[in-house]
């Protein structure tokens, strides 16, 4: 099946700074990529809907400024939690939807961010 | 808005023992069903999905009717393996991105 990857699997960093995490697909192009947040004992919720070639699109109540999409390529897609605070500390998972596959998207691994 | 309900885990099970995981969801219109399984440092892997009232998903063993006079599409298997081990999601879409259940641990013990 179709393969997502994500990058850091894990990272730790001091209130202030920036964190970027990367999704790729490996095997397909993906023009859409959706980035999820995931608390302990929670579901996952959608963050935002990255859009190759365009602005992502926000889910109400999500900071823009704060959590920065770059869909570069056709394969990649990048989430920066800008000035991150403890309260970020979280998994991000990102997905991505393979042409043809109707139903189906994709996930990737997640990444566990945790500010200090 | 739509939403999904299923079990708080975690569910202990012995091997070759049946499992059921409730789901229950709310939604307008006919959304389509999803179950969604995690393993341990894994993404999560379509299990199996249904697009209409009375549609059955299966894969793996694993089986789950979509129920439109419960709004349930529980998910069951009658003989549990050690490598089942992992979380199990639930989720619908209707016209809207996939909204997710918070997800139920399965830990088998042989």
């Known amino acids: 099946g179709a393969v997502v990857s994500q990058h850091p699997s894990r990272v730790i960093c001091k209130s202030g700074t920036s964190v970027k995490i990367e999704c790729r697909s490996l095997d397909f192009q993906a023009t859409t990529m959706f980035w999820y947040r995931q608390f302990p004992k929670q579901s996952l919720m959608l963050m935002a809907t990255s859009n190759e070639g365009s602005k992502a699109t926000y889910e109400q109540g999500v900071e823009k400024d704060k959590f920065l999409i770059n869909h570069a390529s056709l394969t990649l897609s990048t989430l920066t939690v800008t000035s991150a605070h403890p309260e970020d500390s979280s998994f991000y998972i990102c997905s991505a939807p393979k042409r043809g596959g109707r139903y189906e998207q994709y996930f990737g691994p997640g990444t566990r961010l945790t500010v200090t | 808005g739509n939403s999904v309900t299923q079990m708080e885990g975690p569910v202990t099970l012995s091997e070759e023992a049946f499992l059921t995981i409730n789901c229950t969801y709310t939604?307008?219109?006919?959304?389509?069903l999803f179950w969604y399984v995690q393993y341990p440092g894994e993404g999560l892997q379509l299990l199996l999905k249904?697009?209409?009232?009375?549609d059955k998903g299966s894969n793996k063993g694993f089986e789950a009717t979509y129920r439109k006079e419960t709004t349930s599409f529980h998910l069951e298997k009658g003989s549990v393996q050690v490598s089942d081990s992992a979380v199990y999601f639930c989720a619908l879409r209707g016209n809207t991105p996939l909204v997710f259940g918070k997800g139920t641990r399965l830990s088998v013990i042989a």
């Open positions: 249904a697009t209409k009232a009375d």
């Open positions: 939604a307008t219109g006919y959304p389509s």
